[in-house]
């Protein structure tokens, strides 16, 4: 995953967050699409993620 590699998940991040990351590298992707990709790298172990408040928010601290 790119964004993981280029250290953007060092920060916890949320859906809406990582669609703006995208949309500023071109690529357009809804909130919908983004919550479907990351539900399996969660459960590979690929990223983590947290519930704060209502919202999820991923991250990965364990490199």
């Known amino acids: 995953m790119k964004l993981k590699g280029e250290g953007y998940f060092s920060q916890k991040r949320s859906t809406a967050d990582i669609v703006a990351r995208l949309a500023e590298k071109a690529q357009n992707h809804t909130s919908s699409q983004v919550s479907a990709a990351v539900g399996p790298l969660v459960k590979r172990g690929d ?15 364990r490199d």
Do not use: H, V
């Open 47 to 61: 990223l983590q993620r947290i519930k704060e408040g209502q919202s999820w928010l991923y991250y990965w601290d």
